[in-house]
Each structure stands twice: as structure tokens, then as C-alpha cells.
């Protein structure tokens, strides 16, 4: 449930000492490492490996940029789409990597469908995450998510899929409906509702006595991996 | 814990999907061209691109290179010291888990000594400390000189908060790590390091001269001179040189030679002329020749 999402967060935070952005970096990096294993570079249609990451103001937001940070560095392309820049300092400095490495960032969303599914062959929804305010979401991401929906190509969530009105317990019909989940840590509880065909678990740094704390019953991971897949 | 040990007696460590064909060292400079994209027309696979690595001419850095490319991560960059740290802890792990995996330990338990030095040397053996946990070894941490710094302190709650043990002293002989021990990580002293070694790291030193169980030395084997090596100090069997190897690595004698730290963007390995071989798939560590 959202609470518990936050208090297994603030644990991670206040007693376990990790930092902010250092468990940013660890998600995103899990969430380059879950999209490979989907969809692998040579698996995508497209003559370019190009990625499309949309980016929310939050730490979703700031795990998407992370995640594309890394998909570049495994050769694919990614494009950001970041309307709503994050005052924080904190996230700052992850836009200023992504730039630094080339990778574009959009200045505005075609909201020709078309447009996004010649262009792109994934769509990363990096838009909410666990700990967004259920309720009125706000422009521009309700019309971003409204062209979302259209799209044919693959959409991967970050944790929960973005959707207006939304709620992290329930979910909600009238969000985008993923091929793709990553769930950050444990499974939210609108991921019992999730449809799509891959469903993975990027938790891996979670250490022992916050599984048992919280009952998250987690498999086991292979080898050195990061990611599992539910 | 002993299910966290029962997933890597399975031994295996393999790396994120086989589905995906390594690419040649062109890869770097034909990024863009279509062509030049993972395929399985390729026709490398994985272990020879490991081959050629070494003959790839990889660039191994002075002291004064290793800093002012770290420095533009952080300033240029904007790369914090503890995501480069994670990348960097965790590239660590996991080249100790390919050249050591659990099952190859010849004592009951995969136990790992980790010595960890004053600086950021230290923090990357923190960070690995807890990344061998979570891959199924019982890491044991001794850190004597630690920093008051938030970052330094964090790293160490995690480590402890994961029931990691801290030793209050050094073993006094090389027999008792040797016999307690199957591996020590040697996380004392990195590329920032001059002059003289100042204790308690100059008796520990010379302890791990004598030990007979494997060292595997994050980025500088400790001791060393960053640039001409030292003939009189440990002897590591394994070097993980982050970003890119060092001047001193030409001296390094071991078995294992692993590359890790996989977050050097393109144009700063161009500026340097790293000529950095390609990194399998999406793998963080690579095994130079």
C-alpha cells in the first residue's frame, strides 16, 4: 500500500542511512537493467534503438532520467521528455548527466500519436510514482497521459502506470495500460490489477530485516542480478 | 540469510541475457550508424571481445589523468560522489563474484575480508562490502579510520544495519585471516594516493604480504605508486581498476584483471583517448587480458 511504500522509504532513508540519490541511481539503474532484458537492442523494430522516457517532476521523474542515463550507456537511444523540471537540487544534477551525455530532450510532446509510435519503439512512463498525491492530477500530464493511451507501441511503468485520478491502492481504468511493470522495491497494490505481459522486481539492495518487517515475501534473485521477473 | 546463500549455490553468475551478441570495438566510434548496432551478424562473441580487450590499447592513466577525469565528473558532470560510488561498489562485487563465486570457496562459508582505507578507496570497499552480501558471501568489514563526512557514515549504517560485522582489530597474523578467510578485498588506498603510509595501514600491509588466500585490490593494489607499481608490497591476484586502468596496473602480476565503473561518458573517454573496449551487453564489469 502507499503507506507502507513510504515507510519502507523512510526506513531506507532515516535508519538504514541510504542516501536520496544514491537509491535513485540503484532503481534506475535496475530499471535500464529490467527494460534489456524485454527488450534487448536487437529485438527492436526500429532501424534506431530509440526510447522515449517522459519524466514527471518528482522521484519518478528522477528515476526515469537515471534509467535513461543508462540505457544510453547500452547503446540504445533515449529521448526525454521533462516538462516540469524538479527544483530540487537533489535532481538537478541527474538532467545535467543526461545532457552531458547527448542525450535530447524534447521541448514539447507531439500530440499526433502517430508521430510517437513512427518514432519511438518504446515509451518509458516515468511520470508518477508511489508516492504522487492521489487526486487531480495536472496539465500538462493530463494530456500527455491522454496521448499515451493512443499509442501502440510498448509503454514500460516505473513502479506504478501514471494515470489522472489515480491511486496506488485501487489503480485505475482510466490510466495507460503498460506491457511493462518495474516495481521499485515491492509490488504496489494497483499492481494486482496490472495486464500487461512482463511484470519485474527491481529491488535487490533491500536488505533482509525490511523484507521481514514488511512481509514482502520477495523471490530470489539469480546470480548477480538486479532484477527478477514476477 | 541462508535462503540469500541458497540462490548462489547455484554457482552461476551469469551475465543479463545471452540473447544479446557483443559487438566489436567499433562499437564506440560507429554508435550512431545503424549498422553498427548489436546484431547477431556480428559474429564476435563475448569471450573473444574479452580476448582482445588487452590488445585493444586501452590507455592506463597517470595520477594526474585519474584526478582531472574524476574531477569533471563531479564538476562538468555533476555526477555525486555516491552514485559514482555505487556504480562503482557494485562493478566491484561483482567481478569478485565472476573470478570468485561462492561455490569455488574452499572453507564452509564464502567468507570475504574487506580492509577499507581512510578515503574513497574505503567508501567503494563499503559499498561492495554490501553488494557481496546480498550476492550470498559473509562479508567482514575492519575500518579504522573513518571519516566524519555524512556519505562515509551512511554507507556504514547500511553495512551495519546488514548485519555485517565491523572488527574492532586487525588480525595479528596472516595465518588466522588465512584460516578465517577465503578472500580479503583490499579497499585501503586508490589512485589519490602519495608519499608515505601512515598506520594503521603500513602493519595491516604487511600483514596481507604474508597472507596466502587471494587479494583482490579496488582500482590501485594498495602500497603501490599509482604510476610505477612496487615490487615490495602486496601482490594482489586481482585488480578491479574503475573508469580505466592506471599506469601502475602494467606492473600488476595476478590473475584477474577486471575493468568496472561503467559510467564514463563518450565524450569524456574520447577527450582522454581511454579507448575503453566494449562492455558485454549490459554487464558493469569487463575481464581485460
Known sequence: SREEAEAIEKELLEDYRFGRQQLIEIWGHACAMAVTKVFPLPSLPR?????????????????????????????????????????????????TQCEKMDIPFLSYLPTEVQ???????????????????PGEVQEPYTSILATLKQIRIP?????????TGWDVEAGNSEGISPDMLVSLAAPKQCATRFLGRHHFLAARFL???????????????????????? | MSGLRALLGLGLLVSSGSRLAVGSGRCLAR???????????????????????????????????????????????????????????????????????????TKSQPTVLIVCGPGNNGGDGLVCARHLKMFGYEPTIFYPKRPSKALFEGLTTQCQKMDIPFLS?????????????????????????????????????????????PIASIDIPSGWDVEKGNPDSIQPDMLISLTAPKKAAQHFAGRYHFLGGRFVPMALQKKYSLHLPPY??????????
Not at chain 2, 187 to 196: C, D, H, L, Q, V
Request: proline share 6%; charged share 20%; with cysteine.
Open chain 1, 47 to 95: 532501424k534506431q534503438p530509440t526510447v522515449l522516457v517522459v519524466c514527471g517532476p518528482d522521484q519518478n521523474g528522477a528515476i526515469g532520467l537515471v534509467c535513461a542515463r543508462h540505457l544510453r550507456v547500452f547503446e540504445y537511444e533515449p529521448t526525454i521528455f521533462y516538462p516540469k523540471r524538479s527544483l530540487n537540487s537533489l535532481y538537478r544534477d541527474f538532467t
Open chain 2, 169 to 213: 582489530e586487525f588480525p595479528a597474523e596472516a595465518m588466522l585471516i588465512d584460516e578465517l578467510y577465503g578472500l580479503v578485498v583490499d579497499a585501503i588506498f586508490g589512485f589519490s594516493f602519495k608519499g608515505a603510509v601512515r598506520e594503521p595501514f603500513g602493519s595491516i600491509l604487511k600483514t596481507l604480504e604474508q597472507v596466502t588466500i
Open chain 2, 31 to 105: 554508435r550512431w550508424a545503424p549498422a553498427g548496432r548489436w546484431g547477431a551478424g556480428q559474429g564476435r562473441s563475448s569471450s573473444s571481445a574479452m580476448e582482445s580487450a588487452g590488445r585493444s590499447g586501452v590507455k592506463y592513466l597517470s595520477q594526474e589523468e585519474a584526478q582531472a577525469i574524476d574531477q569533471e565528473l563531479f564538476t562538468e558532470y555533476k555526477f555525486s560522489v555516491d552514485q559514482l560510488m555505487e556504480l562503482a561498489g557494485l562493478s566491484c562485487a561483482t567481478a569478485i563474484a565472476k573470478a570468485y563465486p561462492p561455490s569455488s570457496f
Open chain 2, 280 to 289: 558485454p551487453e549490459t554487464d558493469c564489469v569487463l575481464q581485460l587480458a
Open chain 1, 115 to 133: 508521430l510517437i509510435n513512427d518514432a519511438y519503439n518504446l515509451v518509458i512512463d516515468a511520470i508518477l510514482g508511489a508516492d504522487a498525491e
Open chain 1, 207 to 230: 536488505p533482509y530485516d525490511v523484507q521481514k518487517k514488511f512481509e514482502l515475501n520477495l523471490p530470489e534473485y539469480p546470480g548477480t542480478e538486479c532484477v527478477v521477473s514476477l
Open chain 1, 155 to 163: 509503454i514500460i511503468s516505473l513502479d506504478v502506470p501514471s494515470a
